[in-house]
């Protein structure tokens, strides 16, 4: 194919240049073959290379590589990818906000939490669907120990709930793409059931802990380095785990037997301390606060919904600040 010239945009693109065909070269590169992107678009597998052949002639660039195991993009291609993936993530945010006019009370949010802060989000999610009750909320798990957030940049997330574990600072210029409100700074904590003989001791020192059944998260987490860390400076040995999770769900009911001690974020003991009858020990922990913040891609239009979605995690995680957080 001849090297590309100069691209007349009125003549050429404005009127040759069609969204099917971008959608199916688009899918044709998400699936990795012409045929597994014809069955998804419910298409013949000729239709999709049609499609793809019309795109490269309008760009008058080669836009795939075609390989027996599948197809690539070139590097016209990956330019493009990139682009598209804005230009139909924009489409389906434009149909969105034309829904929340029709009506202000249905539409979709999709929200990544990790697992240990998600135990915060119950209350906030039924104060939410009980003013929106058709707005249809989709939470999926997300690793936030850094500002990596792959499914947040390939716009699978609206925003990330964040708990920074291993990030003490969001405003180092690794997330440059990215809005990073915090909402306020968390902290470890050492919990107990009710009925643990630990639970009424006014002060415990962490060397008469080391030989109990700990629940911890695995060494490759903030929570158990904390821990681990927390241990060494006493010149102590590791204490002795029985179970290693990263499951609240699964912490809080191994907890009620009394026989076990956990860690959990602050937030997440403190809110639900009655309902599982957790007691936070009186266990000096190093001071490492870890920031729980809202992520958003800084060049993506948000809908109202989430908008407003936002705006009602501020208020619920308000008497959780100890001074006002900005954007960082």
């Given at each position: 194919m001849p090297m590309p010239r100069k691209i007349d945009w009125e003549s050429q693109i404005?009127?040759?240049?069609?969204?099917?065909?971008?959608?199916?070269f688009f899918t044709a590169v998400q699936r990795g073959s012409m045929s597994k992107a014809a069955q998804q678009l419910g298409v013949s597998q000729p239709a999709v290379s049609e499609a793809i052949a019309d795109l490269?002639?309008?760009?008058?660039?080669?836009?795939?590589?075609?390989?027996?195991?599948?197809?690539?993009?070139?590097?016209?291609?990956?330019?493009?990818?990139?682009?598209?993936?804005?230009?139909?993530?924009?489409l389906k945010q434009g149909i969105r906000d034309i829904e929340f006019l029709a009506d202000p009370t249905a539409g979709e949010l999709k929200i990544g939490c990790p697992e240990a802060i998600a135990a915060i989000?119950?209350?906030?999610?039924?104060?939410?669907?009980?003013?929106?009750?058709?707005?249809?909320?989709?939470?999926?798990?997300?690793?936030?120990?850094?500002?990596?957030?792959?499914?947040?940049?390939e716009r699978k997330f609206d925003l990330v709930v964040a708990l920074l574990l291993l990030t003490p600072r969001v405003d180092?210029?690794?997330?440059?793409?990215?809005?990073?409100?915090?909402?306020?700074?968390?902290?470890?904590?050492?919990?107990?059931?009710?009925?643990?003989?630990?639970?009424h001791?006014?002060?415990?020192?962490?060397?008469?802990?080391?030989?109990?059944?700990?629940?911890l998260a695995t060494p490759?987490?903030?929570?158990?380095?904390?821990?681990?860390?927390?241990?060494r400076a006493r010149g102590l040995g590791a204490p002795r785990i029985s179970l290693m999770t990263l499951s609240v769900h699964l912490r809080?009911?191994?907890?009620?037997?009394?026989?076990?001690?956990?860690?959990?974020?602050?937030?997440?003991?403190?809110?639900?301390?009655?309902?599982?009858?957790?007691?936070?020990?009186?266990?000096?922990?190093?001071?490492?606060?870890?920031?729980?913040?809202?992520?958003?891609?800084?060049?993506?239009?948000?809908s109202p919904g989430v908008e407003r979605f936002i705006a009602h995690v501020r208020d619920f995680t308000r008497p959780m600040r100890e001074r006002p957080r900005g954007q960082r």
């Open positions: 404005g009127r040759r240049l069609k969204l099917r065909d971008l959608h199916a490269e002639h309008a760009l008058g660039v080669r836009l795939l590589d075609r390989r027996p195991q599948g197809v690539e993009p070139t590097m016209y291609g990956g330019a493009l990818l990139r682009r598209s993936a804005a230009v139909f993530d924009e989000l119950p209350p906030i999610l039924e104060s939410f669907s009980r003013q929106y009750p058709r707005v249809v909320l989709h939470v999926d798990p997300v690793n936030t120990a850094t500002l990596e957030l792959p499914g947040l940049r180092d210029g690794l997330g440059d793409d990215l809005n990073v409100e915090v909402l306020f700074d968390d902290h470890l904590v050492v919990a107990a059931g009710m009925r643990s003989r630990w639970a001791r006014r002060k415990i020192d962490l060397a008469e802990l080391v030989n109990e059944p700990w629940i490759d987490t903030g929570p158990y380095r904390i821990v681990s860390e927390a241990f809080t009911n191994m907890l009620a037997s009394g026989h076990f001690i956990t860690t959990f974020p602050n937030s997440v003991a403190r809110l639900h301390a009655d309902r599982f009858s957790l007691k936070v020990l009186p266990v000096d922990l190093p001071a490492r606060p870890w920031p729980v913040a809202i992520v958003t891609l800084k060049n993506r239009t948000l």
